[in-house]
């Protein structure tokens, strides 16, 4: 195995009984904190930065745990956006040890990180907590809790098919399961088949149904999205948070109307301070380089339209890596119109593509293909091509989160 390379899969459910796990990550949660839980397959990270942000504009104290790092383990587990230190997750790991052996539990690589989230944000005393599922919903490790604050829902798609289902409509299901009684779901209104699940999981529950529709996102020496007649300045970039800024705004409108004192001043300031890293995230501007973490072809739709506001016309060098389990050629047969070369690179995973055959599937729908040692090889390949082009716009690496630390370490970033 590589130097640096990643171990262990991501997210993969609980091992063992599943409620026992639950019961254990619910006692180390306490009865103080106040949660928001999201589900779903594109757009959860930056739904949940947006409405972070907007909490924390707010004056509130706020836990955020995401999944997965970019670079550190360390960036899933926030209180007002700044970092667990390695400190309190050593401590937090020798506490976590005890207490597993005392409750005779044994906790996976995706509880053990949510577990420790719960101990930093309950010790911390944080006001509302931000946890976003790690996969589907059901028997996510998240799902321990009883009364959210909201429960959201962004966009589904095919994902994981060998756990979750190979139908959006199993899929729906899965991610459905955080739904919990009486409560308050926003969800973004997509495919059909998908909101009758989740209509029909919700009537069950007698849970309170909200479907948000996208708002139009436009780009104009920034990203900025209309709400009614007002502009709204955007710190994430994307066409796509055409559905994430609308779910963040949605939802937090309804916290309003529960009594969290968010002023209007504070979702405007919220909407437009968010970051996050490796979501169309433009790292570089001479050649300008755009990341994106498009791993599936509803996320490579997604980036498409992106950069089509970002540049209306022209093509794209495009750097590609992704794991072995993603539809990667039903993403290259998309990308592939709007490439004037495309360059096969592997993330350093374990579960990682060899690059030689994304490359020869790429070579399927393009002509101008690569296939590269490492992100240093091909960045150089990618600006040459971008040099000797006359109508290239940008080079856009997409495929894989696991790409952006290796493109920012050769970038100098």
């Known amino acids: ?22 019961e254990f990550l619910r006692g180390l949660a306490g ?11 594109n757009g959860k990270g930056s739904t949940a930065a947006f409405l972070e942000r ?26 007002n956006g700044e970092e667990i230190s390695h400190e309190a997750l050593n401590a937090y790991r020798a506490e976590l040890k005890i207490a597993q052996a005392q409750a005779k539990v044994s906790l996976g690589y995706f509880s053990e990180a949510t577990a420790i989230a719960l101990m930093h944000f309950s010790k911390n005393d944080c006001d509302i907590v931000l946890l976003e599922c790690g996969l589907g919903g059901r028997l996510d490790p998240t799902n321990f809790i009883k009364n959210p604050e909201l429960t959201l829902i962004t966009r589904l798609g095919l994902e994981h098919t060998d756990k979750l289902g190979n139908t959006l409509e199993q899929i729906a299901w899965e991610k459905a399961g955080v739904v919990k009684p009486g409560a308050d779901v926003v969800c973004l209104k997509q495919q059909a088949r998908a909101n009758r699940i989740i209509a029909r999981v919700c009537f069950v529950q007698e849970a309170r149904l909200h479907f948000v529709e996208r708002l139009p996102v436009f780009y104009e020496k920034g990203w900025f999205l209309r709400v009614g007649e007002k502009l709204q300045p955007l710190g994430i970039g994307g066409a796509f948070q055409s559905e994430n800024a609308a779910l963040a705004l949605y939802a937090a409108k309804l916290l309003q ?7 209007d001043k504070s979702v405007y300031h919220g909407l437009q301070k968010a ?38 016309d022209g093509k794209f060098i495009f750097i590609m890596g992704c794991m072995e389990d993603k539809d990667f050629e039903l993403s290259i047969s998309k990308i592939a ?17 060899n690059a030689q055959t994304l490359a020869n599937a790429m070579r399927t729908y393009a002509d101008d293909v690569f296939a590269a ?23 856009c690496v ?12 050769a970038l100098g970033c």
């Open 337 to 353: 119109p709007h490439a004037r070369a495309m360059i096969a690179v592997a993330p350093i995973v374990e579960r990682a593509l």
């Open 54 to 79: 907007i909490l924390r504009e707010a004056g509130y104290k706020t836990g955020l745990f995401t999944s997965p790092h970019i670079v550190c383990y360390n960036e899933r587990i926030r209180i």
């Open 373 to 395: 040692d490492d992100m240093k090889n091909a960045l150089q390949y990618a600006k040459g091509a971008l040099k000797h082009s006359d109508d290239c716009c940008a080079i």
């Open 398 to 409: 997409f495929g894989s989160l696991y790409l952006a630390a290796p493109l920012k370490q």
């Open 257 to 263: 109307n529960k009594g969290w004192k968010i002023t």
């Open 31 to 41: 009865d103080k904190l106040r949660f928001i839980h999201i589900a779903g397959t």
């Open 1 to 22: 195995m590589q130097k640096g390379m990643v171990k262990k899969t991501d997210a993969s459910p609980a091992p063992g009984d599943y409620s026992r796990v639950a």
């Open 275 to 312: 970051s996050w890293a490796a979501r169309f995230e433009q790292i570089n501007d001479d050649p300008p380089i755009v990341f994106d973490g498009a791993h599936n072809p509803q996320g490579a739709d997604a980036m498409l339209k992106s950069l089509r506001v970002r540049w209306p």
